[in-house]
T-cell receptor
C-alpha cells in the first residue's frame, strides 16, 4: 500500500515569510495529491490539490509542486499571515477507475506564524 | 447546504459498551469514508463505501462495522468499545461520479473517549 512521509512536523516562520512543507510517497501509481488544512477542533479542509499530469499549481499565496520521478510534492505558502497557523496534511491516492478509495495521509505539519 | 454532518460531537464510553456514529451528506456524493485521527498519526482510513450498497475495509478496520444506509448516510458502529478506540473520528464524502481522485470533503468530527 501507499506510504506518505511528511516533513517537518513543526514549522515556525515569521509573519510575511514563506513556508514550505514537503511530502514523499511510495506508490508510483498514485496520481492525486491533495493538501488539507486543519484548524483546532475542526475537520480537514482542502486548500489545494494537484494531479499527476501537471507539475505545479498555484492559487493566490498557495502553490503545490509535484515531481513524479522523485515521488515527492511540496506545499509553498508565501507572505504568511496569522490565519495560516494550523496543521497541514498532505495525502496521496492512486487512480482506481470507476471505484473509490481512501486517502493515505502524512502525519501533519504544525505551522506556526510568529508575529 | 450543510455539507457533511456528524453526530454526536463528543461521546464518552466505558470499555465494552457499543455505539454508532452517524454521518450524512447533502452533496449527492456517491462515495463516503470513515477515518480516525490519533495524535501524531495523521488520519487513517477505517472503512469506505464507493457507492450505495457497497462497503470496503481500509487500513484499520478491526473493531468496527459500517452501514451505508442510503446514498446520504454512512454509519460507523463500535460493537464493544476498547480504550484503543479513543480517537477523533471523521466522516468524508466525495464525487458525484465516484472516481477516487475526486475531492474528499470532511465533517467536523466526533471526539470519542473510551474509559
Amino acid at each position: 500500500g501507499e506510504n506518505v512521509e511528511q516533513h517537518p512536523s513543526t514549522l515556525s516562520v515569521q509573519e510575511g515569510d514563506s513556508a514550505v512543507i514537503k511530502c514523499t510517497y511510495s506508490d508510483s501509481a498514485s496520481n492525486y495529491f491533495p493538501w488539507y488544512k486543519q484548524e483546532l477542533g475542526k475537520g480537514p479542509q482542502l486548500i489545494i490539490d494537484i494531479r499527476s499530469n501537471v507539475g505545479e499549481k498555484k492559487d493566490q499565496r498557495i502553490a503545490v509542486t509535484l515531481n513524479k520521478t522523485a515521488k515527492h510534492f511540496s506545499l509553498h505558502i508565501t507572505e504568511t499571515q496569522p490565519e495560516d497557523s494550523a496543521v497541514y496534511f498532505c495525502a496521496a491516492i492512486p487512480y482506481s477507475g470507476g471505484g473509490a478509495d481512501g486517502l493515505t495521509f502524512g502525519k501533519g505539519t504544525h505551522l506556526i506564524i510568529q508575529p | 447546504n450543510a455539507g457533511v454532518t456528524q453526530t454526536p460531537k463528543f461521546q464518552v464510553l466505558k470499555t465494552g459498551q457499543s455505539m454508532t456514529l452517524q454521518c450524512a451528506q447533502d452533496m449527492n456524493h456517491n462515495s463516503m469514508y470513515w477515518y480516525r485521527q490519533d495524535p501524531g498519526m495523521g488520519l487513517r482510513l477505517i472503512y469506505y463505501s464507493a457507492s450505495e450498497g457497497t462497503t470496503d475495509k481500509g487500513e484499520v478496520p478491526n473493531g468496527y462495522n459500517v452501514s451505508r444506509l442510503n446514498k446520504r448516510e454512512f454509519s460507523l458502529r463500535l460493537e464493544s468499545a476498547a480504550p484503543s478506540q479513543t480517537s477523533v473520528y471523521f466522516c468524508a464524502s466525495s464525487g458525484a461520479i465516484g472516481l477516487s481522485t475526486d475531492t474528499q470533503y470532511f465533517g467536523p468530527g466526533t471526539r470519542l473517549t473510551v474509559l
